[in-house]
């Protein structure tokens, strides 16, 4: 049984950082990459970072690039998503997602990830 738990949002001005976290347990070995959604009021989850658990190579959204950071620390079976510079339109339920079937390179789909968290709130003021 795969869980995924985040943590770490919260309510901040236009141009703050928050970082968020997503503790995994079960199924270590079968693990291929780890990703973080969000998802706004009345639109679609959409991609914005992933990292590959072994080899820890990363893909995000053009949009987050140079602002936001994903890192994972294997021994904790932890990963991070480093939020800065952080824009209103940044808010959005964050969620982290697992991938244990490993059919795509670097994948960005919903439909690619096996397990899910159950979303933390990250508001961003103007």
């Known amino acids: 049984q795969v869980q995924l738990v985040e943590s770490g949002g919260g309510s901040v001005q236009a141009g703050g950082s928050l970082r968020l976290s997503c503790g995994i347990s079960?199924?270590?070995?079968?693990?291929?990459?780890l990703g973080w959604f969000r998802q706004a009021p009345g639109m679609e989850r959409e991609f914005v970072a992933g990292?590959?658990?072994?080899?820890?190579?990363?893909w995000y959204r053009d949009s987050v690039k140079g602002r936001f950071t994903i890192s994972r620390d294997i021994a904790e079976n932890t990963v991070y998503l480093q939020m800065n510079s952080l824009l209103p339109g940044d808010t959005a339920v964050y969620y982290c997602?697992?991938?244990?079937?490993?059919?795509?390179?670097?994948?960005?789909?919903?439909?690619?990830?096996?397990?899910w968290g159950q979303g933390t709130q990250v508001t961003v003021s103007s």
């Open positions: 997602a697992a991938d244990y079937t490993g059919y795509a390179a670097a994948p960005r789909t919903v439909e690619t990830y096996d397990y």
């Open positions: 990292i590959s658990w072994t080899r820890g190579i990363t």
């Open positions: 079960g199924g270590a070995f079968s693990r291929y990459s």
